[in-house]
């Protein structure tokens, strides 16, 4: 009797566990970014935010829907080519993710997007700054930091107003985001004044631009404007020393503005012509910035670029969504998205309705002894 007493509470103890399993749910969300290629340095950074955040919510135990939920990132690389890209969304449609954080670059997000809308999965990015991504009113695209219209405005406005440039030349890398930010500039310049006297193209691949820049050393322009990444940046600033363009300030978006491009131009004193623009506040100036970044240090110490703050609270403000719906089908908790009212690191969040970020911030930064520093 006392034998079968002991495997009836056995069992009984195996069928209690078995219901507890049953009850925790895994919810798959997606992360794309480039994590091979020359802007895998970005995309790193992209996808340990995103991580980090996983890390976090699995440890304060969400439950959704009467389930306690264990969140998996599923994360993939688009290497910042397009093709890459939209192949990476539509894998994560296949795997039916819950929620996609990314991409990086506008020229694989915009692209991705559709796919995402076709799917009906919602994206956030906090990376991707072409104003286009938004124009198609998909309910699915999201962005938590500002476009190209406010950063290419923004550096348009500082060159003319307060160091009351005459001259620019621009060079765009012929990606989305590098036309894109360039043209911003480019017409905002022009409507204060300032004259555009050269237009050169490169690629988002090259690193040599003697050619490019002796053209527009003998346009004699105060500044140039940089349309594209750091990969390319870097040793434009190195080329710009050796030609004798030390007096000639470089502008650039978000791009350009990381700490990485310090090491990339390699000693160049031109480094110190440098103004860049970033979507957001300083880190200094974010509402969770400096503690976030003491914890992010500590796990991932001396990978910290620009956007990891955005994508652990894209990560966060899905799941918040979902919370709110008590729901983790795209389907209920994607409208959620739309009436956020999320205290991120970086900024409380709320959206327009077409997935804008409200309010959005900018900083310009400059590099001081070849520190990055924010100039407001």
Not at 141 to 168: P, W
Not at 214 to 233: C, H, L, R, V
Not at 285 to 299: E, L, N
Not at 339 to 368: C, H, R
Request: hydrophobic fraction near 40%.
């Amino acid at each position: 009797m006392q034998l079968k007493l002991k495997l009836t509470v056995v069992a009984a103890i195996a069928a209690v566990a078995g219901v507890a399993s049953a009850q925790e749910q895994v919810v798959k969300i997606g992360h794309v970014a480039p994590v091979s290629g020359a802007q895998a340095h970005y995309g790193k950074d992209n996808e340990n935010g995103a991580r980090m955040a996983i890390e976090e919510l699995n440890a304060q135990g969400v439950t959704i829907g009467g389930k306690k939920i264990k969140f998996e990132l599923q994360a993939e690389d688009d290497a910042a080519d397009p093709k890459q890209g939209t192949a990476a969304a539509q894998k994560l449609c296949d795997a039916k993710v819950a929620g996609v954080v990314g991409h990086l670059n506008s020229g694989t997000t915009i692209p991705a997007s559709k796919v995402y809308n076709d799917c009906g999965i919602p994206h956030v990015t906090g990376a991707a700054t072409n104003p286009n991504l938004t124009k198609p009113g998909y309910k699915t695209t999201f962005r938590i930091i500002a476009n190209d219209n406010a950063l290419g405005a923004g550096l348009a406005f500082y060159a003319v107003d307060t160091l009351k440039l005459k001259t620019v030349a621009i060079v765009d890398d012929r990606t989305a985001y590098g036309q894109g930010v360039a043209d911003v500039f480019k017409k905002t310049a022009a409507a204060k004044g300032m004259k555009v006297v050269d237009e050169q193209f490169t690629t988002d691949k090259a690193t040599d631009f003697m050619a490019i820049l002796t053209a527009i050393k003998s346009k004699n322009p105060d500044a140039i404007f940089f349309g594209g990444m750091d990969p390319q940046a870097g040793p434009m600033l190195r080329q710009m020393e050796q030609l004798g363009m030390g007096n000639v300030k470089y502008f650039g978006g978000d791009g350009v503005c990381t700490s990485e491009i310090a090491k990339l131009a390699a000693g160049a004193k031109t480094l110190g012509n440098v103004i860049c623009a970033e979507g957001g506040a300083s880190l200094d100036k974010m509402p969770g910035g400096k503690a976030w970044k003491t914890k992010y240090d500590a796990k991932y110490p001396g990978q910290f670029q620009v956007y990891s703050p955005y994508t652990y609270d894209a990560t966060f403000l899905l799941v918040d969504a979902m919370k709110r719906a008590n729901s983790v089908d795209p389907k209920v908790y994607t409208p959620e998205l739309l009436k956020a009212n999320f205290k991120g690191v970086t900024s409380t969040i709320q959206f327009e309705p077409n997935g804008e970020m409200k309010n959005p911030a900018i900083t310009l930064y400059v590099y001081k002894d070849g520190k990055k520093t924010p100039l407001n």
